[in-house]
């Protein structure tokens, strides 16, 4: 069973521009959370998405946004982009999430903003 | 005073020592998880738990409910143990709030 999938792996962007990261869950997984990490804040919970609905929000502000598909892929958008966003954005899927199954993570993607 | 909080930050041990990594967490979880990170970011999922003990190899994790407190044990250390570990409690709806990290290293 192929495991969880983020692209691209690596992306440089400059301040102002938007980014867009995917990834694609475990196949039959449908719960797909978002994750940043950082030397400064550690790791920090971005959204879940359950079923194509957003069903929890970390304490981001609008310009991060994410959405999924039916086939349970997922993407998030980060629109103008600030210094402070250069992180490892780490997405991890699960079968049902919320307490029931373990959540399995990808590679990451490592974004520098200059 | 964050919501997980581990000790210690750091932990040097000699290879066979018996290692003890803590988190105490203040919020109501489903579960309580146990990730391990290695150098380039990868994270893996050790274990995750509601109640009571699992073990999986050499790895040990213990949770008590009542003192909102888990530990994470390794026993018969080895160099490839060295990574960091992350405890991380679980709230509504999968989203996880992570402790700060152990940073692990195992010495031959």
């Known amino acids: 069973k192929a495991g969880v999938t983020q692209t691209p792996r690596y992306l440089i962007k400059t301040r102002g521009q938007q980014v867009t990261l995917s990834c694609s869950p475990i196949?039959?997984?449908?719960?797909v959370s978002w994750y940043q990490q950082t030397p400064g804040q550690g790791l920090q919970f971005l959204f879940e998405?359950?079923?194509?609905?957003?069903?929890n929000k970390g304490n981001f502000p609008g310009r991060f946004s994410g959405r999924q598909f039916s086939n349970s892929r997922s993407e998030m958008n980060v629109s103008t982009l600030e210094l402070g966003d250069s992180a490892l954005y780490l997405c991890?899927?699960?079968?049902?999430?919320?307490?029931?199954?373990?959540?399995?993570f990808g590679p990451g993607t490592r974004l520098t903003v200059t | 005073k964050n919501e997980v909080e581990q000790s210690p930050q750091n932990l040097t041990a000699q290879e066979g020592e018996f290692i003890t990594i803590n988190c105490s967490y203040s919020?109501?979880?489903?579960?309580l998880h146990w990730l391990q990170q290695h150098p380039g970011g990868g994270i893996v999922s050790l274990f995750m738990?509601?109640?009571g003990k699992k073990k999986h190899g050499r790895l040990i994790a213990t949770i008590n409910i009542q003192e909102k407190h888990s530990s994470l044990h390794i026993t018969a250390s080895h160099p490839r143990d060295s990574a960091v570990y992350i405890c991380?409690?679980?709230?509504?709806?999968?989203?996880?709030?992570f402790g700060e990290g152990t940073q692990l290293t195992v010495n031959p």
């Open positions: 998405y359950f079923s194509e609905t957003q069903r």
């Open positions: 991380a409690a679980e709230t509504s709806g999968s989203r996880l709030t």
């Open positions: 196949s039959g997984h449908r719960s």
């Open positions: 991890a899927s699960s079968l049902v999430g919320t307490g029931v199954n373990e959540q399995y």
């Open positions: 738990l509601s109640s």
């Open positions: 919020v109501g979880i489903s579960a």
